[in-house]
């Protein structure tokens, strides 16, 4: 068995949900491709010897929106490496607290 075989640490989330998400494409990204890529923050890590990588995190509100970054990134010709998300909600995406006063 490997570790595609096992799924007790996955939790399920909506389809249709929001979710904050970590992207690793190849390549160096400047900041001002956030805007087109759902305001997702860019940083790049490089590592001597080594093509730059260019970290994408951020809220991403729906599936439909999460595919039109990737969709993004494919135009533009920069292979992704891994997307992953990190939770399940973020902050800037949830439903403000009703008052229950």
Do not use: C, K
Request: net charge negative.
């Amino acid at each position: 068995m490997n570790e595609l075989d096992t799924y007790d640490d996955l939790e399920d989330i909506a389809f249709g949900g929001p979710g904050t998400y970590r992207i690793v494409v190849q390549g160096a990204m400047s900041e001002e491709w956030s805007d087109r890529l759902a305001g997702l923050t860019i940083s790049v890590v490089t590592r001597e010897g080594s093509t730059p990588r260019s970290h994408l995190t951020g809220g991403i509100r729906d599936q439909a929106e999460l595919q039109g970054v990737l969709e993004s990134l494919y135009e533009l010709h920069l292979p992704i490496l891994e997307v992953e998300r990190i939770r399940a909600q973020p902050e800037e995406l949830r439903p403000a607290a009703e008052d229950t006063n």
